[in-house]
């Protein structure tokens, strides 16, 4: 168990709708990643938040954003939903930036029909 | 931009014998990390290089940075089963906070 949490564990939804992953870090860290995996395009780095501001960003669609709240707890928004959206998206908190070891989360799986 | 590939995509071997996946960017490195990811589960990390040259080791496990800071290698000495899973680097880029994922090498081990 890395500490990190994430809810829903599974996701389906139709086209053109929108959805909401959340995730919850390792107590103490202060940085909040997301990452989106398929099997056409592997493991893709969207956004990182650190204490609440955006840090760096990824190939995040302009349909995507995300957020991360005064209790580090972070929420990835997806909307207008296609079906190429669909993947498993995995959250990671590190206590630092971009030289710390990353704690992923158990992922959430989309679906999208 | 930034490219990390990963050689091979994917490999079989026999339990005991010994294998190495390796990293290769198109551009100089700060540093790189090391995940494993076993079948539906998530990436776990593994180890983070730093220094040009730098080797490090965990029990069969050895890691390595290339002098160039461009590419690394993860080597399993005698694979056991437990080893069994997808092995990925992730680099940051020197050019700012961007995290690029390798391609990734599944590793089979046949008992």
């Known amino acids: 168990d890395s500490g990190v949490t994430q809810t829903p564990k599974h996701l389906i939804t139709a086209t053109g709708q929108r959805v909401t992953l959340r995730c919850s870090p390792r107590?103490?860290?202060?940085?909040v990643y997301w990452y989106q995996q398929s099997l056409d395009q592997g493991l893709q780095f969207l956004i990182q938040?650190?204490?609440?501001?955006?840090?760096a960003k990824g190939n995040i669609l302009e349909r995507f954003s995300a957020q991360q709240f005064p209790d580090l707890h972070s929420e990835l928004n997806l909307s207008s939903l296609e079906l190429g959206d669909s993947a498993l998206y995995f959250c990671?908190?590190?206590?630092?930036?971009?030289?710390?070891?990353?704690?992923f989360g158990p992922g959430t799986r989309l679906t999208v029909t | 931009g930034q490219q990390v590939m990963q050689i091979p995509q994917y490999q079989h071997v026999q339990e005991g014998e010994d294998f190495t996946t390796y990293c290769n960017s198109s551009?100089?490195?700060?540093?790189i990390q090391w995940y494993k990811q076993r079948p539906g589960g998530h990436p776990v990390f593994l180890i983070q290089?730093?220094?040009?040259?730098e080797v490090k080791k965990q029990k069969r496990l050895t890691f390595q940075f290339g002098e160039a800071k461009k590419n690394s290698s993860l080597h399993i000495t005698a694979t056991q089963t437990t080893d069994v899973g997808t092995y990925f680097c992730l680099v940051v880029a020197n050019t700012g906070n961007q995290f690029y994922f390798g391609t990734g090498t599944s590793l089979t081990v046949i008992p």
């Open positions: 290089l730093v220094k040009s040259g």
């Open positions: 107590s103490g860290d202060l940085s």
């Open positions: 990671a908190s590190s206590s630092g930036t971009e030289a710390y070891e990353q704690y």
């Open positions: 938040y650190y204490n609440g501001e955006e840090r």
């Open positions: 551009t100089t490195l700060s540093n």
